[in-house]
């Protein structure tokens, strides 16, 4: 099945470099561009895009106000936004990700992670480098007190305690292979246990998921 991706970006280099290397991949089709984020909600509306590589920092809307509207809109709510950032990880892509962002990726990215980073976005499974992740992560906890959130420490309440066991090992990046590997249990069970989190916290991906058991202090910055 191809993934069909809309990328998002002001400088035309990079559109034209990212989209060079997606279309190069057989499972991958870049549907559109875009130079602006009022042009991103627009063609995601009319092209319905699986995936949307959205920049930041861009006139007229920025990155983290399109993507906003494109995770609530009603008419995308299978499109996933994959927002680009550079390593010094910017203070705004915490803000995107509390927009509905399912990721990030790395502005310098190898081809075979530029396509893998839009492959996992795509399936759902969000947290792509492990170890750039928790980073992020942890400083997007750091942004939001050091208190827990009354509501999500209510929340965390409604899981089972294998459930909130699993949703600690989310937080710290691990993929459902190691948190299989770490509990003993096969892959599928883990799935499954992901699944039911996020319906009963009403979480959009394992990104916001990891992000919700920062704010309750399930998991806290070290």
């Not at 991706?5 to 190069?24: C, H, K, P, T, Y």
């Not at 246990?193 to 920062?214: C, E, G, M, P």
Request: charge should be negative.
């Amino acid at each position: 099945m191809t993934i069909r991706v809309l990328i998002v970006d002001d400088q035309v280099m990079v559109r034209e470099g990212f989209s060079v290397l997606l279309n190069a991949q057989p499972d991958i089709e870049v549907a559109g561009e875009a130079v602006n984020g009022r042009e991103a909600i627009a063609q995601t509306a009319a092209l319905r895009p699986d995936v949307v590589l959205m920049d930041v920092r861009m006139p007229v809307l920025n990155g983290i106000e399109a993507t906003r509207e494109i995770v609530g809109a009603e008419g995308s709510p299978d499109t996933k936004v994959l927002v680009l950032t550079t390593f010094d990880l910017d203070e705004y892509v915490y803000q995107a990700l509390r927009a509905g962002a399912s990721g990030f990726l790395l502005k310098d990215a190898s081809a075979r992670q530029l396509a893998e980073g839009v492959r996992v976005v795509a399936a759902g499974d969000a947290l792509l480098a492990p170890t750039v992740t928790r980073r992020l992560i942890v400083e997007f906890a750091r942004h939001g007190g050091t208190a827990p959130r009354p509501p999500a420490q209510a929340r965390i309440g409604e899981l089972t305690e294998r459930e909130t066991e699993v949703l600690a090992l989310i937080a710290q990046g691990l993929s459902n292979a190691e948190i299989a590997q770490h509990l003993t249990l096969a892959e599928s069970t883990i799935k499954t246990h992901v699944s039911r989190i996020l319906v009963k916290l009403n979480l959009r991906d394992r990104t916001q998921a990891a992000i919700f058991a920062y704010e309750a202090r399930l998991v806290t910055p070290a």
